[in-house]
């Protein structure tokens, strides 16, 4: 279910979109409110992500939605209820869009009372008479009357697309009619669907197999290390079992009918370490379908296969040593995501294609079991034994609100390294920081308030107190970009006094603490900050260092009766 933070990624998703046409046509958005600059970049971030258009002016050539064109061209006429219309002309493929983007987020899903379709639009595609549209939208609609009455089949989807979760729409007989004339698939796309486009929330899939002895080879780092990965030659019908949907048919080791997974879809959880997982379109890699389809026994030899990476790997023999049975914890595909998802795509197009070929055409398979000292970005760094636990750093940077606060960052161009390496999410963009996981976490409990703990207890930041920073209602994801401007600028005021004050990030913290208290200048906290520390005397009676002071509960204490009023105490 998505959540608050996945409506607030989408809105800056948006914005952004927005911001590039606007340097595209020279436009002055300055005059427009923030709702409205997200609501018509929701436009070009929807229509890229769902159609085979990827140019922002194309994309901006299709919305036929009243406001966007009023804004930003000055062309007034009615978009009687379709905001974008697009036929792509190689796939066969009519697709309208219908847009309801909604100001303020509200959980659970949500009924759109209004008409979808105005019958106006609807009206002259069934009599085939255009003469009250106008605009683009009597553009797009001769030109699906063209393709309707060639011999050429045409499918026709329209997308009713919300910002918030939505569970029902309302038709009228005349959208009715155009479902039974032209065979209309009607599809809804809501928040949830829409946050796998920027934030595939990292929901553990765990999958179970069994492969013959012959298929499956085990290797180790070394000779006495206790941890396994594996190889192994798998049907592709077993890699729609193992990362699709459906929890039952990927434990489901044992299935014989094949028919439940005619239906299934990928499970995008598998892909949200996989860069080119991110991408969602309808459009697969044609040479990979083809080798199904004409020499599918051989696709094992022309594909390079999936490597995939999985927390705990348990194998068991079974069936008197003639078999392999393998418990596949937290699956990730780090390589091969683009061949998934076409297998994937292959598999939805023709509910024939699973037997005929799927099952028939067999893929090379790496599974690594992954430990702390793993690099997962794009390769395997190096192994660990089995006894080597993963941190909680490293377990929790896959959690989905570490990828919210990721994405949301790197749209202050701030980079949120997850992991060692980490160079942010594009390559040509000019980032003003780069803060570690870790050290925000830091950051983030100074400011609630245990600045003391900040340095001595950080690694119970991502263990014992995790939900209270990061998933708390305290916790705000847009004030996070100021958290790290902040951190930064308290960092440079305090080499400007590094010849007589010495820095330490303890102080850092301290400041970032004092700083959401009172109202001064950073140069004033470091005054008020280095006097109390040397003012600070133990209740021991012994000489301490300034660093064995300020991760003392007590002095924590002291600092609040000098600094903070008697009210806040």
Known sequence: MANINDYKIVGKKSSKYF??????????????????????GFYLFIIEHLTHLNDILDITD??????????????KYDDCGIDAITVNEEENHIQL?????????SAGKQSLNETILSSKFINALVTEDLSQLRGKTKKGAKNILEKLNSNDEYKI???????????????????????????LEIILVGLDQISQFVSLRPNPIHSKLIVDNDAIMSFSESSISSSKSYILRLPLSEIIRITCDDNNLRTNYAIEDLTPLINVKIDYSVLFDNVRGLVVKSKYNNNIS?????????FFMYNNGLTLTANDITAESVNANKKVRLNLDSIQVLNGGQSLRTIHAFNSEDSKHLEDYLSKSEILVRIFKTSKDS?????????????????????KSLRGEQLQIEQYLDEHNIIYSRKTGDTGLSSSKNYKHKISMERFGQVLMSLRGM????????????????DELFLSTSFSLEACPKMVVDYFRIKKEYEKVKATVASSEQKVFYILYLQSKLDKSVSELITTLESIIASYIPTSGKALSEARKLIQLNFKSYLDEQVLPTTWL
């Open 375 to 395: 690099s997962l970005n794009n390769k395997i760094a190096e192994f660990t034994n089995s006894q080597n636990s993963i941190s909680n750093v490293d377990l």
């Open 97 to 105: 869009f219908n847009f309801k983007y909604r100001n303020k987020f």
């Open 451 to 466: 600045p003391e703990r900040a340095t001595n207890q950080k690694k119970s930041i991502f263990d014992k107190y995790y």
């Open 157 to 183: 989807s329209l997308y009713v697309v919300s910002n918030e979760e939505i569970e029902s729409i309302n038709k009228d007989h005349h959208l009715q009619q155009l479902e039974k004339m032209y065979g």
């Open 290 to 298: 083809h080798s199904l389809k004409n020499d599918p026994t051989k």
């Open 62 to 75: 299709i919305v036929s939605d009243t406001d966007f064109n009023k804004i930003l061209f000055d062309e």
């Open 19 to 40: 911001e590039l046409l606007a340097n595209e046509l020279d436009f002055d958005f300055s005059i427009l409110e923030q709702k409205q600059i997200e609501r018509l």
